[in-house]
């Protein structure tokens, strides 16, 4: 499996047998996007919320008919609406598909589509793929449950928000770190605007006092 950042909080995950997952493919208005959505084809899309800079390009990039958006189901409505193929889930269910299984948590974030329409909750989403446990947490602020979602999964890769203002900052995602006892963390969602402008590595030597590897991707990198 291989694991490429997209800048922001989008990802790019081909599985073993080729499938390409995108998640929250903000790519054309993103000033950090190392690529265009033009250049880009998915098998699977999965968005964590429907604000602009998550719901990005998907309906660009989606193939109709072809491509899965994975999404909460009030989002779900308004996308299947434009003749796109969906499936919809809820916070705390999962899913069995043929590249994994895919399991949607609490986010405490609000979620509308850019022109306003009410799309339902928030978002995180815990990817088995290939024997491989990924934890993208959305945008959300920090919260108590993150402790069991740590019990519950050995997680390998953490993808988390610490931009602040809108999501949790730095000191909140090592106090996260600390719940979910990642592998490896990878810092999102900062440094794409002025307000969320961080110094990650401040968050990598912060984490290692935590006991927890810290990977800073530059938009565009893999593992």
Same mark, same amino acid.
């Given at each position: 499996?291989?694991?490429?950042?997209?800048?922001?909080?989008?990802?790019?995950?081909?599985?073993?047998?080729?499938?390409?997952?995108?998640?929250? &493919?903000?790519?054309?208005?993103?000033?950090?996007?190392?690529?265009?959505?033009?250049?880009?084809?998915?098998?699977?899309?999965?968005?964590?919320?429907?604000?602009?800079?998550?719901?990005?390009?998907?309906?660009?990039?989606?193939?109709?008919?072809?491509?899965?958006?994975?999404?909460?189901?009030?989002?779900?409505?308004?996308?299947?609406?434009?003749?796109?193929?969906?499936?919809?889930?809820?916070?705390?269910?999962?899913?069995?598909?043929? +590249?994994?299984?895919?399991?949607?948590?609490?986010?405490?974030?609000?979620?509308?589509?850019?022109?306003?329409?009410?799309?339902?909750?928030?978002?995180?989403?815990?990817?088995?793929?290939?024997?491989?446990?990924?934890?993208?947490?959305?945008?959300?602020?920090?919260?108590?449950?993150?402790?069991?979602?740590?019990?519950?999964?050995?997680?390998?890769?953490?993808?988390? &928000?610490?931009?602040?203002?809108?999501?949790?900052?730095?000191?909140?995602?090592?106090?996260?770190?600390?719940?979910?006892?990642?592998?490896?963390?990878? &810092?999102?969602?900062?440094?794409? +605007?002025?307000?969320?402008?961080?110094?990650?590595?401040?968050?990598?030597?912060?984490?290692?006092?935590?006991?927890?590897?810290?990977?800073?991707?530059? &938009?565009?990198?893999?593992?």
């Amino acid at each position: 499996m291989r694991l490429q950042y997209l800048g922001h909080s989008a990802f790019r995950i081909v599985a073993d047998d080729g499938t390409q997952i995108l998640i929250d &493919p903000y790519l054309d208005k993103n000033p950090l996007a190392p690529i265009k959505a033009n250049q880009l084809s998915a098998d699977y899309i999965i968005l964590t919320h429907a604000h602009g800079d998550h719901l990005g390009d998907a309906l660009s990039i989606a193939k109709m008919g072809i491509t899965v958006i994975i999404c909460v189901s009030e989002l779900a409505s308004i996308i299947s609406k434009r003749g796109y193929k969906v499936h919809a889930m809820q916070i705390g269910g999962g899913f069995i598909f043929e +590249f994994g299984r895919v399991k949607f948590t609490m986010a405490l974030h609000g979620s509308a589509t850019p022109d306003g329409q009410y799309a339902g909750l928030a978002a995180g989403v815990i990817l088995e793929v290939d024997g491989l446990c990924i934890y993208h947490c959305g945008d959300t602020g920090l919260f108590g449950d993150m402790k069991l979602i740590g019990e519950m999964f050995a997680i390998d890769y953490l993808l988390v &928000p610490i931009g602040g203002n809108y999501t949790m900052d730095i000191d909140d995602a090592v106090l996260a770190v600390r719940m979910l006892h990642p592998k490896l963390a990878i &810092p999102m969602h900062y440094n794409t +605007f002025p307000i969320i402008e961080v110094d990650p590595e401040d968050f990598k030597r912060k984490a290692a006092i935590a006991g927890t590897d810290v990977l800073i991707m530059q &938009p565009g990198d893999s593992c």
